[in-house]
C-alpha cells in the first residue's frame, strides 16, 4: 500500500511542517532534489545577484472574493492572455467561483493537497497495481510507466496537475513536450529544474529545464522575479509562467499559541547559509534555536555558544517555531529557485515576524519593517543589527507578529493555494 504523501515546500528536509513530509511520493515517486541547486552567476545571470524584489504582499488586509464581468474574464482567453494577466495580478485567480466547472481536472498522486481539497474535481489516475508492483523496486520505471498511463488517459478537454519538485512530475513534462500533435494540457506546480546528482551536467540539465517548461501549459513559481529568470535560463518564452504565492501548510490547522518568546528559531535544510546566521549571533547573548535534520548544512562550522542545534520532527518542529520571539531564514545567495518559503509562511501564521536573507523569492513574502525584515543574503553584519534591533523590541516583535498572521490569514493559506491552482486547471482547460 502506498504511503501517505505529504506535500514539501522546502525541498530536502519537509521536517518544518507538520504532516506533509516525504523524501519520496506515494509507489516510489521521488522528490528530484538531491543535487546541489545552481547560483544565478553558474548560469551567466549575475545582473541578477543582489537584486531584492518588493514584497508582493497584498498588505493587511481581508481578500474579498473577487468578481470579473464577461469583458474582463479570464476564462475563455488563449494561455499567453492568462499568463500575462496572471503575472500581473495573481489574484485574478480568486475571480473564478468554486462552482465554476471546466474540463476534467487529473492528477497521478493521490495525496496532494489540491485533491484533498477537491476529491470530486480532480482525478487520479494510475496505473493497475500489479504493473506498479513490477517496477517498484526500478525507481525510474516506475516513474516512466506513472508519466505514460497519465498522459494517456488525458484528452483535449483534460488537464493534468503536476507537482514540479517530483521526477515523476519532471518525467510528464518532458515526455509531453515531445509528442508532435496534441499535446496533453499541465500545470506544473512549482517550477523546479532537474539538479539530481545522476545528471552529469549542468548543460543537461538546464536542456531537461527547458523541455519540462516547453511540456506544460503553464508553470509556477513562487516569486516574481523567477518571472525574469527562467525564461532567460531555459531559453523559453515568458508566458509559460505564471506567479503566485506559496501557502502556509500549518493552516491547515490552527495556529499554536505559545507564549514563551525567550529565544530566536531558525531551521531548515534547503539552501540554507546558517553561517552567516552564526557569525550574526556570536557574542550577542541573545539565544537561537536552530533545528536542521541534515547535518551536513551545519558541518564544519564553528557554533556559538549561544546557539543550540537540534533536529526536531513533527510536531516538535513546528511548536519551537510558534515559541520563539521570532524567526530568521538564512538562504545562500543567487539562487536559480527560491527556498523557504514554507518556513516564512508558517512562521507569519502563528504570529511570529520573520528576518530572512534572501535574493531571491522569501523577500518577497516580507513587508518591511511591518511584518519583518529582509537582509542582503550572506551579510552577516546586516543581519547582526536587524536581530539585535527587534530582539531588543518585544513588544515591536509582538506587532509585526500580529500584522504576519492577517496577511497570511488573507492571501496565503492553504485554502488559498489550493483554489488558485484548481483555478489555474480550470483556465487551461477552458483556454482558446
Request: some cysteine.
Amino acid at each position: 500500500m502506498a504511503q501517505k504523501h505529504r506535500r514539501q515546500a522546502d525541498s530536502i528536509s519537509g521536517t518544518n511542517k507538520p504532516r506533509r513530509s516525504y523524501h519520496k511520493l506515494p509507489g516510489g515517486c521521488e522528490l528530484d532534489g538531491c543535487g546541489p541547486d545552481l547560483t544565478l552567476a553558474d548560469h551567466g545571470l549575475s545582473e541578477f545577484v543582489g537584486q531584492v524584489p518588493v514584497a508582493s504582499s497584498p498588505g493587511i488586509r481581508d481578500t474579498p472574493m473577487r468578481t470579473a464581468t464577461s469583458e474582463t474574464s479570464l476564462i475563455g482567453r488563449p494561455l499567453e492572455e492568462i499568463a500575462e494577466m496572471v503575472q500581473h495580478d495573481y489574484q485574478r485567480l480568486d475571480e473564478i467561483p468554486e462552482e465554476q466547472c471546466g474540463g476534467r481536472l487529473i492528477t497521478g498522486i493521490g495525496a496532494t493537497a489540491v485533491r484533498q481539497a477537491y476529491p470530486s474535481e480532480i482525478g487520479l489516475v494510475r496505473p493497475p497495481g500489479g504493473l506498479l508492483q513490477a517496477v517498484r523496486f526500478i525507481p525510474i520505471l516506475d516513474d516512466l510507466l506513472r508519466s505514460l498511463w497519465l498522459l494517456g488517459a488525458a484528452n483535449r478537454d483534460t488537464c493534468i496537475l503536476l507537482d514540479g519538485r517530483a521526477r515523476f512530475g519532471k518525467l510528464t513534462c518532458i515526455l509531453n513536450s515531445f509528442i508532435p500533435v496534441g499535446k496533453r494540457k499541465i500545470v506544473l506546480c512549482p517550477a523546479h529544474i532537474p539538479s539530481a546528482w545522476y545528471i552529469p551536467t549542468e548543460r543537461l540539465k538546464r536542456w531537461l529545464g527547458h523541455r519540462m517548461v516547453l511540456g506544460s501549459s503553464l508553470t509556477v513559481v513562487f516569486s516574481r522575479k523567477q518571472l525574469d529568470v527562467l525564461p532567460r535560463l531555459l531559453r523559453v518564452p515568458s508566458a509559460k509562467f505564471v506567479y503566485m504565492p506559496y501557502e502556509a501548510p500549518n493552516s491547515a490547522s490552527l495556529p499554536i499559541s505559545l507564549e514563551i518568546g525567550g529565544y530566536v528559531f531558525s531551521g531548515g535544510n534547503s539552501q540554507r547559509d546558517y553561517r552567516t546566521l552564526f557569525e550574526a549571533v556570536r557574542d550577542t547573548g541573545i539565544p537561537v534555536i536552530v533545528s536542521a535534520t541534515d547535518p551536513k548544512v551545519y558541518a564544519g562550522l564553528d557554533v556559538p555558544e549561544n546557539v543550540i542545534l537540534v533536529a526536531a520532527h513533527e510536531p516538535a518542529y513546528t511548536r519551537l517555531m510558534a515559541a520563539s520571539r521570532f524567526v530568521v531564514v538564512p538562504i545562500v545567495p543567487g539562487l536559480v529557485r527560491g527556498a523557504g518559503e514554507a518556513i516564512v509562511c508558517n512562521a507569519m501564521w502563528h504570529s511570529r515576524p520573520v528576518i530572512c536573507a534572501d535574493d531571491i523569492s522569501i523577500c518577497e513574502y516580507i513587508d518591511e519593517g511591518v511584518t519583518g525584515f529582509v537582509t542582503p543574503p550572506g551579510d552577516a553584519a546586516r543581519l547582526r543589527e536587524r536581530i539585535i534591533e527587534l530582539w531588543t523590541q518585544p513588544t515591536r516583535a509582538a506587532e509585526m507578529g500580529r500584522a504576519a498572521f492577517a496577511v497570511v490569514s488573507a492571501d496565503r493559506t492553504d485554502k488559498h493555494y489550493c483554489r488558485r491552482l484548481r483555478a489555474l486547471g480550470i483556465l487551461v482547460t477552458m483556454a482558446k
